[in-house]
Every structure is written in structure tokens, then in C-alpha cells.
């Protein structure tokens, strides 16, 4: 195994009304707090009042920005760097789901530079020495933001949707009260299962040594999300299925898992360039996906990893030839996700032809090969949309 940092400082406030030391936290970094939400879904629950009403009697003055969208535009984020500057921010409070995460981790960096917050993705790919603090209310268990120094933002005008960490970006504190995510939509509890599952994946599926205990460790979350996605999805305000799947949410991406791995991840990039150009969900697009490319890159040299997961995340039979339980555990997971889940799961199902699968797969490898658990080029990437369309 390799060597690696553990540091993960967000303070994490988990469970049913812990908001009410949102206003102490928020006190630590000054006075003036930056508010960003998303399209209202904390308005209609109700959120938006708890979050105001503890600001208000810890006396903070807040500036607001709403309307941020699913798969994040940077046009949100030049916004509320603006307003930081013109307002004196000290502190942004992001409220909402991974997108309003993101989108306000940028914000948090835009506010102390010059330069458009786009420079953080394009090709000057600028500096991220600096940002202002920022604190989150999770309102949907998917992306881990809540507990990670990463963000994915969209631009429209190039089709891009670019992702970029930094630890500044890592929030100060975050509020997971599972009661939060009782109004999240059954497709969007299932989209944030998938999405999870393939950060686990993503890591899980690699070249790079593994430590026993870790693999363990995200075997248990594989299972959890399998266990609790169909109740949440049946019984959405079931409280231990919502706190299961919001913890697993954090751990599956805060670094834990990785335990010093050095790998790329290869769905990931795949997907964010159907976001993109088609600006769908982004669990739904690893969906489809996640599959095809574990039989893809399924050979005998790999066949090992893939028996483990079928066997300690799926119970398959173990004394069956290697190869059939392989393929056997892609089914259970392909049959989880489109039938259990009940997740579209071809591209023409979510409005996807062939028109951009070059572009798609070429910036996906970044121009060259795009690394992982099996290198990909461009027309491996290819021919995995292929195996999407049916
Ligand atoms: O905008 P509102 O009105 O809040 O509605 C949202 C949105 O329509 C709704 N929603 C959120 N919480 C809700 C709720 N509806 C009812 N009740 C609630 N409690 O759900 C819809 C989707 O929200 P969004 O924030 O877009 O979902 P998600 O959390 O899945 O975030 C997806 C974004 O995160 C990025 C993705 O690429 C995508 O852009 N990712 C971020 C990562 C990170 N920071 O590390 C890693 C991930 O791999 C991912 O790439
Ligand atoms: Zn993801």
C-alpha cells in the first residue's frame, strides 16, 4: 500500500436539529454571511426559515443568491463572488444539494482574486491559495461536497463542465440532518445512490494497492446504499435509511477510502461530459455508464476484483468460475440500478444520440488517454457510449 495524509478538518454537525448551533458556527468567521440556495426546494420545506431564523437571532446580517441550478453554471459563480466583494462577505452558507455546494465553493474562491472564476478551470487553470469560509446544510445525500474540497461547474457558452479541488474549498463545517432530505424526489434519491455507488467504484476498481481494511469499509457502504436507497425511495421521512445514506454520501468521497491510491477516476470524467452537452442528472448519467465500462475494462487480469465485489457486496456464489461471477455481479448491479432504482438506463432513454460521442470521448481522455483502473483512449470511450445506446 502507499502512503498517505489523513486530514479531513469540516466539523460535522450530524442529525435531527443540530441547525441550532448554525448561528455559533457561523459567528466564528465574522458577521456578514452570503446565503446561495438553489431553485426553492428549501423554501417549500420549510429550510429556508429554520436557516433564517438562526441567523437572525445570532444577529448576523445575510446577502442572498438563489436560482442555482443543477449541474452548476459559472454565471452563478461570477455572481457570487460579486457579491462577496460588494458586500464584504465573510462567511457563504450554502444550502441545498451538491450543486449549490459547488457552486458556492467557487464563489468562496472567485471573492479573493481578480481574475473571471472561470481562470480556475480553462486552460490557465489559476491558483486556488485562498477562499472565504464556507458552511453547508446538506439537503440531498449524492456528491459528498458537504465533506470534500471539490466542485464541478458547468459553462454553457464552451460545453463544459469542468471539475477542480483545492483544500481551501473544504467547508469549515457542515449540517447533515437527515429530516432534510425527507422532500428529496424518489428519481433523485435514486440518482444520489448511483452517484455514490460510483465514487465507491471508482476507487474500489483500481491498479493500485489496496488495502484489506478499506476495501472492507467500502463494501459496507456499497451495501448500505443497497439496503436503505429502496426504502428511502418507499418510505421517504424513514430516518435510518435518510442517516444512512447521508453518512455514506460523506465517507464515500472525503478521502477516506482512498487510502493513498494515486489513481484517476474514469466514470467520472465520461459523465460530466454528458452533463455538459445534455445537462442531465449527473447519478442518472454513471448509471448508464458504471456498467458498461466495468465490462469494458473486465479481464482475466482483473477478474479477481470483480469476483471480491460480487461475492462480498452481492453474496454471489463463490465456487463458480471467475469470469461468470463477474458477470454475474455487473447484472446484479445493472439490474439494482435500472430496476430496483428504477433509473433510465440507455442513452436514447435519456435523450442521448451519437452526434457528439467523438467530442465526448476526446475531452474525456483530456486529448490523450484517460487513466485508471484501465487506460482508456478515445475510441475506447467510444465504444463504450456504444454499449449505452441498447
Ligand atoms: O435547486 P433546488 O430547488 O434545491 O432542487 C434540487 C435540484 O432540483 C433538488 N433538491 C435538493 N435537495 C432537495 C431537493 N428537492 C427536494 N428536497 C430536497 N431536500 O434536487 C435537484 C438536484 O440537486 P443537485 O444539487 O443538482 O444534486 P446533487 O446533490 O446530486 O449535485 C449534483 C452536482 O454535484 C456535482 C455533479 O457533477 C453535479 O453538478 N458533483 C460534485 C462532487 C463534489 N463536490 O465532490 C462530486 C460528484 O461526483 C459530482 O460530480
Ligand atoms: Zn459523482
Redesign the pocket.
Known amino acids: 500500500m502507499n502512503n498517505f495524509v489523513y486530514d479531513i478538518p469540516t466539523r460535522v454537525y450530524f442529525g435531527e436539529g443540530q441547525i441550532k448551533h448554525l448561528g455559533e458556527e457561523l459567528k466564528k468567521y465574522g458577521q456578514r454571511v452570503l446565503l446561495t440556495?438553489?431553485?426553492?426546494?428549501?423554501k417549500r420545506?420549510g429550510l429556508y426559515d429554520a436557516v433564517m431564523q438562526q441567523m437572525a437571532e445570532a444577529g448576523l446580517e445575510v446577502y442572498e443568491l438563489a436560482d442555482?441550478a443543477?449541474?452548476?453554471r459559472i454565471e452563478s459563480v461570477r455572481r457570487g463572488a460579486e457579491m462577496c466583494k460588494a458586500h464584504q462577505i465573510d462567511v457563504l452558507l450554502a444550502v441545498?444539494?451538491?450543486?449549490?455546494?459547488?457552486a458556492t465553493k467557487f464563489m468562496a474562491a472567485g471573492a479573493l482574486v481578480d481574475h473571471d472564476p472561470w481562470d480556475f478551470f480553462n486552460e490557465r487553470w489559476a491558483p486556488i491559495h485562498r477562499a472565504l469560509p464556507i458552511v453547508t446544510v446538506l439537503?440531498?445525500s449524492?456528491?459528498?461536497?458537504e465533506m470534500?474540497c471539490?466542485?464541478?461547474i458547468s459553462n454553457p457558452d464552451t460545453q463544459d463542465k469542468i471539475?477542480r479541488m483545492a483544500p481551501p474549498l473544504l467547508p469549515k463545517a457542515s449540517f447533515l440532518d437527515p429530516t432534510?432530505?425527507y422532500?428529496?424526489?424518489q428519481y433523485?434519491t435514486a440518482?444520489?445512490a448511483a452517484?455514490m455507488i460510483s465514487?465507491i467504484l471508482e476507487v474500489y476498481f483500481t491498479t493500485e494497492p489496496d488495502l484489506y481494511m478499506l476495501d472492507c469499509f467500502m463494501e459496507g457502504m456499497l451495501k448500505t446504499i443497497i439496503k436503505y436507497t429502496p426504502v428511502a425511495m418507499a418510505e421517504p421521512d424513514n430516518y435510518e435509511a435518510r442517516a444512512n445514506l447521508m453518512w455514506t454520501s460523506s465517507w464515500a468521497?472525503n478521502g477516506f477510502v482512498n487510502g493513498g491510491k494515486r489513481h484517476a477516476w474514469s466514470c467520472?470524467p465520461i459523465e460530466?461530459e454528458l452533463?455538459a452537452i445534455y445537462d442531465i442528472t449527473?447519478?442518472l448519467g454513471l448509471a448508464i455508464v458504471t456498467p458498461r465500462w466495468m465490462k469494458y475494462c473486465l479481464d482475466e487480469t482483473n477478474v479477481d476484483k470483480y469476483v471480491q465485489f460480487g461475492v462480498n457486496v452481492f453474496g454471489i456464489d463463490p465456487s463458480q468460475p471467475a469470469m461468470d461471477i463477474a458477470h454475474e455481479a455487473i447484472d446484479r448491479l445493472s439490474h439494482f440500478l435500472f430496476d430496483t432504482l428504477q433509473l433510465d438506463s440507455t442513452f436514447p432513454a435519456v435523450g442521448i444520440d451519437r452526434t457528439h460521442f467523438a467530442t465526448m470521448a476526446r475531452k474525456a481522455c483530456g486529448g490523450k488517454v484517460l487513466p485508471g483502473f484501465k487506460p482508456l483512449k478515445q475510441e475506447d470511450v467510444e465504444q463504450i457510449f456504444e454499449m449505452c445506446m441498447a
Open positions: 440556495y438553489g431553485g426553492g426546494s428549501i420545506s442555482i443543477p449541474n452548476p441545498g444539494g451538491g450543486s449549490t455546494l459547488d439537503t440531498l449524492a456528491t459528498g461536497s470534500d471539490g466542485g464541478v471539475g432534510y432530505t422532500t428529496v424526489s433523485q440518482c444520489g452517484d465514487h468521497i467520472h460530466h452533463s449527473h447519478g
